[in-house]
């Protein structure tokens, strides 16, 4: 799986998905990049006019759960909609 499909996947909908977090919980997440799922939220910090800085190695999405924005890194990524990826997105 690449980085579009995954980044196309979420623009389509809600998908789950898990990753490693930094302290190496695994951390299940319902994310989007879809504009109509978003809520709009108040600019957090760290970011510009409210959008996230571009990062190549991470993807920042909408935790439709938590209702807010998070991000994971592509590496940590270890299953997207049930397929798995034991060693991320490259």
Same mark, same amino acid.
């Given at each position: 799986? #690449?980085?579009? &499909? ?11 998905? &898990?990753?490693?977090?930094? %302290?190496?919980?695994?951390? &299940?997440?319902?994310? #989007? @990049?879809? =504009?109509s799922l ?6 957090? =910090? ?8 571009? %990062? &190549? ?19 940590? @990524? ?13």
């Open positions: 799986m #690449t980085k579009d &499909e995954v980044k196309n996947m979420l623009k389509a909908g809600s998908v789950r998905i &898990e990753f490693i977090k930094a %302290n190496g919980a695994r951390r &299940e997440m319902n994310a #989007t @990049l879809s =504009e978003i809520v709009v939220s108040p600019p957090i =910090e760290g970011t510009v006019a409210g959008k996230k800085k571009s %990062n &190549e190695f991470a993807l920042p999405v909408w935790d439709v759960d938590a209702v807010g924005w998070r991000s994971f890194r592509w590496d940590s @990524l270890r299953d997207v909609a049930g397929q798995l990826l034991p060693n991320g997105v490259q």
